[in-house]
């Protein structure tokens, strides 16, 4: 049963430092999203990738975020310096377009993060 | 660009009809989705619809479709203790790219 998954599961840390999550999307899965969620904003995106290559990253505050894909393996999100209103579950999702040309998301677990 | 509305509270008694009701932007879009969040858990696709359907029922979950004023409504007949989620719609025009709401947190009450 493939599934996304994604590290560390949860993660505390004060303000200031450097927070690095890591997602490995299903194999064969073209493009990674992720995802932050909140219960003051929800769900929102942050980046999109298609074939490794970054195609929407307007939601991601540039000055402390950033993500990448070193490889279709593995996909990482960075903060520096990381702030208390970082604190969110972030999630990572892969991706496939079914036959009837529909479209799946499938999300991992979650990061929890805490900055204190 | 496509926004999707939800409200983001519903308060249901085990036993009754549930109904989750969203609003979208773009009229292009081709395909509508609803995601269930269960706690501590990611999103995971619950059911689509394409815009050319006006209904789709699966088992106790029913999708309508009113492609005149872009509004989208899931329905779960017999709400159970197990539908206790978040519930996510969602929209998008047959590309990679979804839009989804904010997510309405079902409350369901004994």
């Known amino acids: 049963d493939a599934r996304v998954t994604q590290t560390p599961r949860h993660k505390v840390t004060e303000m200031g430092q450097e927070v690095t999550m890591r997602c490995q999307p299903i194999l064969g899965h073209n493009t990674v999203f992720w995802y932050r969620q909140t219960m003051m904003q929800g769900l929102e995106l942050l980046a999109y990738f298609r074939n490794r290559a970054p195609l929407d990253d307007s939601g991601m505050p540039k000055d402390r975020f950033s993500a990448e894909m070193p490889d279709a393996t593995l996909a990482t999100l960075k903060i520096q310096p990381s702030e208390p209103r970082d604190s969110a579950v972030y999630f990572c999702a892969s991706g496939l377009t079914r036959p009837d040309r529909s479209y799946e998301q499938y999300f991992g677990p979650g990061t929890r993060l805490t900055v204190t | 660009g496509e926004d999707v509305e939800q409200s983001l509270f519903l308060s249901v008694r085990e036993g009754d009809s549930s109904v989750i009701n969203c609003t979208y932007t773009?009229?292009?879009?081709?395909?509508l989705y609803w995601y269930k969040q269960e706690p501590g858990a990611g999103l995971q696709l619950l059911t689509y619809?394409?815009?050319?359907?006006d209904m789709k029922q699966d088992q106790r979950l029913t999708v309508l479709l009113n492609k005149k004023d872009k509004h989208l409504s899931l329905r779960i007949a017999d709400t159970q203790t197990g539908d206790s989620a978040i519930y996510f719609c969602?929209?998008?025009?047959?590309?990679?790219?979804?839009?989804f709401g904010k997510g309405t947190r079902l409350h369901i009450l004994p």
């Open positions: 773009d009229s292009s879009s081709t395909y």
């Open positions: 969602a929209a998008g025009t047959g590309d990679d790219k979804i839009i």
């Open positions: 619809i394409f815009s050319n359907m």
